[in-house]
């Protein structure tokens, strides 16, 4: 099983980037699938959930109206489209899902037991 991000890179201030979560080793769907990030400094923080069970999404407040968090499950990816990046967006992206619980919803419980390497999203003029 593996998790692999990218699509990061250095961004001017209201630019935009969509970040790909390409799966391997089992097939996504029924998975609940996060995006979490980590700015130098900061504490991790979840920034986007897709449900495994009816695909409902969610955001962190502060990206909410300008991140999209998708899944197309024939490419075994998930994905995070951000507009309007601002300084403050710059951090290390991950993706992360648990394959023990199929059908999970997003939540302050939601289990993410699997998690991608990370890619670098820098924005700044």
């Known amino acids: 099983v593996q998790l692999q991000a990218s699509g990061g890179g250095l961004v001017q201030p209201g630019g935009s980037l969509r970040l790909s979560c390409v799966v391997s080793?089992?097939?996504?769907?029924?998975?609940?699938f996060g995006w979490f990030r980590r700015a130098p400094g900061k504490e991790r923080e979840g920034v986007s959930c897709i449900d495994g069970s009816d695909d409902s999404t969610y955001y962190a407040d502060s990206v909410k109206g300008r991140f999209t968090i998708s899944r197309d499950n024939s490419k075994n990816t998930v994905y995070l489209q951000m507009n309007s990046l601002q300084p403050e967006d710059t951090a290390v992206y991950y993706c992360?899902?648990?394959?023990?619980?199929?059908?999970?919803?997003?939540?302050?419980?939601?289990?993410?037991?699997?998690w991608g390497q990370g890619t670098q999203v820098t924005v700044s003029s």
């Open positions: 992360a899902t648990d394959l023990r619980y199929s059908d999970q919803e997003c939540g302050p419980y939601t289990s993410f037991h699997s």
């Open positions: 080793g089992f097939t996504l769907d029924s998975y609940a």
